[in-house]
């Protein structure tokens, strides 16, 4: 099978850096890390670069369905165990990584239009998980949908959250969008705002997508895509 080795700042960027190499989607790829970008912290915080290697995954071969065995138990009922393993898998990670901070958390599931939302709460100071603008945030959400769709057949969306960092972010944006179309508005001229994750720019797009005088739309290469608000 056809492997890459790459690296980057964090896990995230390093995967993403592999993906291009092989023109595959997340889906159709192993990852093993192999370097932490810092010691300890499960490499989520540290200055040395991450190192991951990727192997395309072979497209499965057809397989005839089989009728279940008399007796057996129903597909949905199996397919829901399946589902609750991937979930408690991924709850006992974030539980190990927390644990490594030094942080005692909750974490509360809940369900949302963009997947299954593990809602991470706590004492002592939480913010550790969510990092500069959400990126260990980010970086640990990622890891979460790994593991919890290697333990379930069926895709899982995981949505990972602190202290409804979520929510407060997403309100931070919308009013930024408002503010920055305003901008535009007065100037006649676009603007380019910072790097995003797609979820982050998923966010302007919705909310000034209905505007009368300003449209947006993302350009660049990941991780460094950006989104751009212009007159209509």
């Excluded at 057996?72 to 190990?96: C, G, L, N, W, Y």
């Excluded at 969510?130 to 057949?153: E, K, P």
């Excluded at 979820?199 to 739309?217: A, G, P, Y």
């Amino acid at each position: 099978m056809k492997k890459t080795v790459a690296s980057g700042k964090t896990i995230e960027d390093a995967v993403r850096n592999g993906l291009a190499q092989l023109q595959a989607t997340k889906e159709q790829v192993a990852v093993t890390v192999l370097e932490q970008p810092s010691k300890g912290l499960f490499g989520l915080i540290g200055t040395r670069d991450a190192k991951v290697e990727l192997e395309l995954i072979p497209a499965p071969v057809p397989v005839p369905a089989e009728e279940p065995a008399q007796g057996s138990a129903p597909a949905a009922a199996t397919e829901a165990e399946a589902v609750e393993k991937a979930v408690a898998e991924t709850e006992r990670f974030i539980r190990d990584v927390a644990d490594a901070m030094g942080l005692a958390v909750d974490i509360e599931r809940r369900d949302s239009r963009d997947g299954l939302v593990l809602a991470v709460s706590g004492s002592g100071d939480v913010g550790m998980l969510i990092g500069r603008r959400g990126q260990t945030l980010d970086a640990l959400q990622y890891l979460a949908n790994i593991i919890a769709n290697r333990h379930s057949d069926s895709h899982i969306r995981i949505v990972l959250d602190a202290e409804d960092f979520r929510e407060r972010r997403r309100k931070t944006l919308e009013e930024l969008s408002e503010r920055l179309a305003v901008r535009v508005i007065r100037t006649g001229k676009e603007v380019v705002l910072e790097p995003m994750s797609p979820q982050e720019r998923k966010i302007i797009h919705s909310h000034l997508q209905n505007h009368s005088k300003v449209k947006t739309f993302s350009k660049g290469d990941e991780p460094n895509r950006r989104v751009v608000i212009t007159l209509k």
